[in-house]
Each structure stands twice: as C-alpha cells, then as structure tokens.
C-alpha cells in the first residue's frame, strides 16, 4: 500500500510518494502534467518521507546540489536509462536531449528521451528540469516551464524569491 504527503517548497506543494517498502517512487507538482491520479497515491502519512524532506529543504536552502535518496522509479527499460542519465547532470549545469541520447548510444533517440523525460516520476530530485532544447531554449516542462526556468536560476544562483 502506497503513502504520500504533501510539503510546501517555494515552487508550490510537492506530493511525495512511497511504494509499500517505503521507498520513495514519486515526487510530483501541483498541476503537473502525467501526475498520477491522487486516488493512487495511498494514505496520507508523513513517516516514511523524513529523509526525502530533510534532504528536499537542504536543497531549497541552497546546501544540497546531489539527492542521496533511495528511489523506486517505474518505468519501461529505456526510460529507466534516460532518467539514470538525468542524475548524471551537475547541479546548476544543464544538458540537451540530444545530448542525452547521445551519451545512451543513440543519438537519433532525441524525441524518445524527451517523451521519457516528460514521463520522470520523481520531479527536481531526478532533475528532469535540466534538460534543454539543443539550441539552449527550455523546451517541455512537466511542471510548466515558468517553473523550469525558476529551478535554473535557483540552481545558477540567480533566482529571486
């Protein structure tokens, strides 16, 4: 039986989701696209989530550039591999989906990791908000991008809150 709780984080509230082992296995905006149905997201129940929201403060404080979270992402194969490259990606860097592809040894496959990006169930901790179109524009946000560009600038250290 899955858990959630919701927290306030200066880009809204955040539902953050876990598995029946507790493992956290999603992280998702207010109004974001392919945001689950709440019915799915289980009871309401803060316990399991004490790391995640020490480390998400930590990071909204500007203290924590990498997530150490132990993760329970589903997905198909390819987008498992896509969201692993999206860790990859150093705070306050960004990187095109071509370039993505490119590093997963098929650099045609731009399309498919934007589709699998749009699809990350763990939003800011698997930093989906890093990826850019290949001419630097921001392309594709599931949380709007009005909210990507406000966590780039967080993470560039040019952010107003």
Same mark, same amino acid.
């Given at each position: ?11 809204? @509230?955040?539902?953050? !989701?876990?598995?029946?082992?507790? !493992?956290?296995?999603? %992280? ?7 945001? @689950? ?16 929201? /020490? =480390? ?11 997530? *150490? ?12 591999? !896509?969201? /692993? =490259? %999206? $860790? $990859? ?10 370039? %993505? ?9 731009? $399309?498919? !990791? ?6 990350? @169930?763990?939003?800011?901790?698997? @930093? ?18 009005? +909210?990507?560009? +406000?966590?780039? /600038?967080?993470?560039?250290? *040019?952010?107003?809150?």
């Amino acid at each position: 039986m899955k858990q959630h709780t919701v927290i306030d984080s200066p880009y809204g @509230p955040l539902t953050l !989701v876990a598995d029946e082992d507790g !493992v956290l296995c999603g %992280l998702y905006m207010t109004d974001q696209r392919h945001r @689950p149905p709440e019915e799915t997201f289980g009871d309401r129940d803060a316990t399991p989530f004490a790391e995640a929201q /020490d =480390q998400l403060a930590a990071y909204f404080a500007g203290e924590l550039k990498e997530f *150490t979270l132990e993760l329970r992402l589903h997905g198909t194969a390819f987008q498992r591999s !896509v969201w /692993d =490259q %999206l $860790r $990859r990606i150093p705070y306050g860097e960004t990187r095109s989906y071509g370039e %993505l592809a490119a590093a997963l040894g098929n650099p045609a496959a731009s $399309r498919a !990791v934007g589709l699998a990006n749009g699809r990350n @169930p763990v939003g800011i901790i698997v @930093p989906c908000h890093r990826v850019i179109g290949s001419g630097g524009a921001l392309t594709g946000y599931g949380g709007g991008l009005d +909210r990507k560009q +406000r966590l780039l /600038d967080f993470e560039r250290g *040019t952010a107003l809150f």
